[in-house]
Nanobody
Framework: QVQLLESGGGLVQAGGSLRLSCAAS????????MGWFRQAPGKEREFVAA????????SYADSVKGRFTISRDNAKSAVYLQMNSLKPEDTAVYYC??????????????WGQGTQVTVSS
């Protein structure tokens, strides 16, 4: 299995940027497709972005397309989420997740503890 640890969250003004990082340890990182999800207060957790094992394919939620970019570095066992043009509605706890499955949108088996992102208006 794999252990995931997110970092990089914080408080930012609307229009600003943050870069989230997720460090993985344990089983070979390149075995997993990686995703980012988020959960806002009072809402269900939702898919944000994902990248396949070799970073050849990415997927994004419509709400973040053109603003967020997911990337991974298999040599460093890390996945990143660059978030630009942040909006107050992006405020949430952001989770890193890993899956051995084929789907990028669901079926994630391993989850990090989450990192808080707060966007002020």
């Amino acid at each position: 299995q794999v252990q995931l640890l997110e970092s990089g969250g914080g408080l930012v003004q609307a229009g600003g940027s943050l870069r989230l990082s997720c460090a993985a340890s344990g089983r070979t990182f390149s075995t997993y497709a990686m995703g980012w999800f988020r959960q806002a207060p009072g809402k269900e957790r939702e898919f944000v972005a994902a990248v396949n094992r070799i970073a050849g394919t990415t997927s994004y939620a419509d709400s973040v397309k053109g603003r967020f970019t997911i990337s991974r570095d298999n040599a460093k066992s890390a996945v990143y989420l660059q978030m630009n043009s942040l909006k107050p509605e992006d405020t949430a706890v952001y989770y890193c997740a890993a899956t051995t499955g084929r789907s990028l949108g669901a079926g994630y088996e391993y989850w990090g503890q989450g990192t808080q992102v707060t966007v002020s208006s």
